[in-house]
């Protein structure tokens, strides 16, 4: 069992940045592919970005390629999404899951889930 608990959202102008942090329970946490994903008010949970166990490959949604950075620190039991440029079209609630195996874009593979962090970006 994996518990997953999301922090640093908030209220952030258009151009700006956040830093959002997910802490892991378990001591597994390496064993782990890491993904976060999001979902706007009234749209269908999306895919923003996942990285495998080692670190050493990540993948981005089109739409955040080049503005976010996601990384993670094993040894912290700690996944980070680093959110710069940020859009009024990113503004959703910010969700960071894990599955065993390789990182994919497909929500449903992912076993483990986090209870979301608001991001609400102003123009």
């Known amino acids: 069992q994996v518990q997953l608990v999301e922090s640093g959202g908030g209220l952030v102008q258009a151009g700006g940045s956040l830093r959002l942090s997910c802490a892991a329970s378990?001591?597994?946490?390496?064993?782990?592919?890491m993904g976060w994903f999001r979902q706007a008010p009234g749209k269908e949970r999306e895919f923003v970005a996942a990285?495998?166990?080692?670190?050493?490959?990540?993948y981005y949604a089109d739409s955040v390629k080049g503005r976010f950075t996601i990384s993670r620190v094993n040894a912290r039991n700690t996944l980070y999404l680093q959110m710069n440029s940020l859009k009024p079209e990113d503004t959703a609630v910010y969700y960071c899951?894990?599955?065993?195996?390789?990182?994919?874009?497909?929500?449903?593979?992912?076993?483990?889930w986090g209870q979301g962090t608001q991001v609400t970006v102003s123009s």
């Open positions: 899951a894990a599955k065993r195996g390789s990182p994919t874009e497909s929500n449903r593979a992912y076993e483990y």
């Open positions: 378990a001591r597994t946490f390496r064993n782990y592919a």
């Open positions: 990285i495998s166990w080692t670190g050493e490959s990540t």
